[in-house]
């Protein structure tokens, strides 16, 4: 009886030895299964949108910057400001291989497009009202 307790205690030893060994196995992972990245870092200096500006880098932040990008896998690169997924047109590109892209910033400037164009329409307003204050003046009323 003895003889087939430690048979049976044996066998499930091994069992999970065995089970141990394929958790590992699934564990590490491949790099190559990894996805293709774009590890970037801002090269220039974050400049206002202007009015003639209003592509996909300056909505909701108001500004853009250059910025130089790696193509990595993903996790590889944790040196660098911010990472970006490969676009469709972008697929074919190689591990290593060096790009340049716009991205959109939050400008440092105290007066950015919107405030300046605001500021414009209050000056045409006051501008309106002197000329006719004047033409008033000038009819007598």
Request: glycine letters at 8%.
């Amino acid at each position: 009886m003895r003889v087939y307790l430690l048979i049976f205690v044996a066998l499930l030893a091994a069992q999970a030895h065995a089970a141990k060994q394929k958790a590992e196995l699934a564990n590490e992972e491949d790099p190559e299964d990894k996805p293709l990245v774009l590890a970037c870092n801002q090269t220039t200096k974050c400049k206002p949108c202007g009015a003639f500006r209003l592509n996909e880098h300056c909505r909701g932040v108001g500004g853009y910057a250059l910025a130089t990008c790696v193509v990595a896998r993903e996790g590889s690169e944790p040196d660098h400001e911010f990472v970006r997924p490969l676009k469709k047109k972008q697929r074919a590109a190689v591990e290593g291989s060096v790009e340049t892209h716009h991205h959109g910033c939050t400008p440092k400037s105290r007066l950015s497009a919107s405030r300046f164009m605001l500021l414009c329409a209050v000056g045409a307003a006051a501008a309106l009202v002197v000329v006719r204050l004047r033409q008033l003046g000038r009819l007598g009323i």
